[in-house]
């Protein structure tokens, strides 16, 4: 809460020492259509242009840090680092300044203003800068904030959490229930019957955003073919996966819950029997909940490494690592699933699939 505090005050503290060199740009604004009397306004205005960026840098750590965001430590450090060269380039600029405004302080007016807004914004900087500083301790070495921003499949087992952890009897009776509705291989009518392979390759045969899509999913390990369809034109997102390509045996349905599912809930159903299975909900930035079919929490996916064009996920169950789903846009969008390192078989691989198609869907329609 104390870290909380201080990330919404520092911004505020920011605007505030902006004001000198705001108003005296707003003062003196009549100067730029003078050119040489325009010089006076061009420290002010690169005051200020910093100034700016440390205010949007500052709101951005306060959302990472409000959504619980796993980057947060990681953008604090690099934010502090942009800080310290933004603050040498002020500073660099108010020396310039004194030097070519105090030999004219008494006989230009301006310049004394000038100069004093300069040196307001300037400070101002040191002070936000050394505050950001003093916090550096406890982003990175208190313990409760590391436990915040953990991963969920490293994070620290806490006495009073029951989400995410194993053995409490919560998320062993949710994990078992996935278990329970599992279909044994064949060619039976339910969702397990069809989808019962490790790894999956999904593509695009066309997506075309509120007009629908097309994808292409295939079992890699079976060497099945399967059809995912996006319907078209609707306020609550529907996908449905078939056996067939002619889309006649539905196997599969992910319903959007809100309008528009942005950042929303989804809930997956085997499409035999209508029967729930899990309820997948998207976080601020790249993170997925899971949740069982009675909406407890009991994994996660969250994006590990990424380079241009490529990503990957890594699925969770509790502290287990279940599965990797790489991500790819080099030549086309493409997302490779590969849940073999669930041997116990923990995540059903129906909800796999779902997983799969609501991340691809995701990073190829931003906002889905």
């Not at 040498?88 to 100069?115: K, W």
Request: proline fraction near 6%.
């Amino acid at each position: 809460m104390a870290l909380g505090l201080a990330l919404a005050v520092l911004p505020a503290a920011i605007f505030i020492g902006a004001r000198p060199a705001l108003t005296f740009i707003a003062r003196n604004r009549e100067l730029l259509s003078k050119p040489l009397d325009g010089i006076f306004l061009m420290v002010p205005v690169f005051e200020l242009t910093i100034t700016a960026a440390w205010l949007a840098a500052g709101i951005g750590l306060l959302l990472l840090f409000g959504t619980k965001d796993r980057l947060f430590p990681r953008a604090y450090a690099v934010m502090l680092t942009v800080q310290l060269g933004l603050l040498v380039s002020s500073h660099q600029a108010l020396a310039i300044t004194r030097l070519a405004t105090e030999p004219l302080a008494g006989e230009i007016p301006i310049a004394q203003d000038h100069l004093a807004a300069v040196e307001a914004a300037a400070h101002n900087l040191v002070w936000v800068f050394a505050a950001y500083a003093v916090l550096v301790p406890v982003v990175f070495l208190t313990r409760a904030v590391r436990t915040r921003f953990a991963g969920d499949c490293d994070r620290p087992r806490l006495a009073d959490e029951r989400v995410m952890t194993v053995p409490p009897a919560p998320v062993r009776v949710a994990q078992a229930s996935f278990a329970s509705t599992r279909v044994e291989p064949g060619p039976g009518p339910a969702g397990g019957g069809f989808l019962q392979g490790n790894r999956y390759f999904i593509q695009a045969t066309y997506l075309g955003g509120p007009f629908g899509g097309l994808l292409q999913v295939r079992d890699l390990d079976l060497n099945r073919a399967f059809v995912a369809w996006i319907a078209p034109l609707r306020l609550r997102s529907v996908v449905q996966v078939f056996a067939d390509r002619q889309r006649k045996t539905e196997i599969l349905r992910i319903e959007a819950r809100q309008v528009l599912s942005l950042g929303g809930w989804y809930d997956v159903f085997d499409s035999s029997n209508q029967e729930k299975i899990a309820v997948v909900g998207k976080r601020f930035a790249a993170d997925w909940r899971i949740h069982d079919r009675l909406d407890q929490p009991i994994g996660i996916i969250t994006r590990g490494d990424g380079s241009l064009g490529r990503a990957t996920y890594h699925a969770c169950l509790g502290p287990h690592e279940v599965g990797t789903l790489m991500w790819s846009n080099v030549l086309k969008p493409a997302l490779e699933i590969d849940y073999s390192a669930d041997v116990d078989g923990l995540l059903d691989r129906r909800l796999a699939v779902a997983l799969g198609l609501l991340l691809f869907i995701d990073l190829s329609i931003p906002g889905p």
